[in-house]
T-cell receptor, first 117, second 113 residues
Framework: NAGVMQNPRHLVRRRGQEARLRCSPV?????VYWYRQLPEEGLKFMVY????????ESGMPKERFSAEFPKEGPSILRIQQVVRGDSAAYFC???????????????FGDGTRLSIL | AQTVTQSQPEMSVQEAETVTLSCTYD???????LFWYKQPPSRQMILVIR??????QNATENRFSVNFQKAAKSFSLKISDSQLGDAAMYFC??????????FGKGTLLTVNP
């Protein structure tokens, strides 16, 4: 029973390049959440998606960042024209139902460590 | 907005001893969940234990237990019989009426042999 799969595990990009982070939720989960963890910090919510819909992107920077969760395939977090400040660990979580907090907790992937040179 | 505060950036414990990690939170909601996550050097996020706010009984999971004080908005984690494998960053998190988990800044736990 595979958990949340994120790839790549590590991603190195030069300033100005694009970064694409992938997340395959737990089988049967249709709700995906992205969080960012800056060094020495806890995780901070970025965006919540259901299949083909963005429900809440209030935690995501308005410029350069976008996310999608298509009908088929993984969820993608895309960062265009990366800058040094984008260096962080990006975690994806999924849940079977909406408002995945308590009884249906969010299951986390192992994260993608993004490093910007 | 909810906030979660972990006032201990670092803690250490001797192997086989007991340690308590502190967490306080602020919310105006009456129904919510609280979580402790463990993040070892591998950077995985592992759910250790969760507590439902409407339950008065403190949650326990083997060597891990919580002391949940709803009126004081306090949610501490007790690790008994500490093992070397318990060494990690521990995050307290709040999950309320929406889907966003709010995390504290973490406590780095060192276990000394």
């Amino acid at each position: 029973n595979a958990g949340v799969m994120q790839n790549p595990r590590h991603l190195v990009r030069r300033r100005g390049q694009e970064a694409r982070l992938r997340c395959s939720p737990v089988k049967g989960h249709s709700h995906v959440y992205w969080y960012r963890q800056l060094p020495e910090e806890g995780l901070k919510f970025m965006v919540y998606l259901q299949k083909e819909n963005i429900i809440d992107e209030s935690g995501m920077p308005k410029e350069r960042f976008s996310a999608e969760f298509p009908k088929e395939g993984p969820s993608i977090l895309r960062i265009q024209q990366v800058v040094r400040g984008d260096s962080a660990a990006y975690f994806c979580a999924s849940s079977r139902v909406a408002h995945g907090t308590g009884n249906q907790p969010q299951h986390f992937g192992d994260g993608t460590r993004l490093s910007i040179l | 907005a909810q906030t979660v505060t972990q006032s201990q950036p670092e803690m250490s414990v001797q192997e086989a001893e007991t340690v308590t990690l502190s967490c306080t939170y602020d919310t105006s909601e009456s129904d919510y969940y609280l979580f402790w996550y463990k993040q070892p050097p591998s950077r995985q996020m592992i759910l250790v234990i969760r507590q439902e706010a409407y339950k008065q009984q403190n949650a326990t999971e083997n060597r891990f237990s919580v002391n949940f004080q709803k009126a004081a908005k306090s949610f501490s984690l007790k690790i008994s019989d500490s093992q070397l494998g318990d060494a990690a960053m521990y995050f307290c998190a709040y999950g309320g009426s929406n889907y966003k988990l709010t995390f504290g800044k973490g406590t780095l736990l060192t276990v000394n042999p």
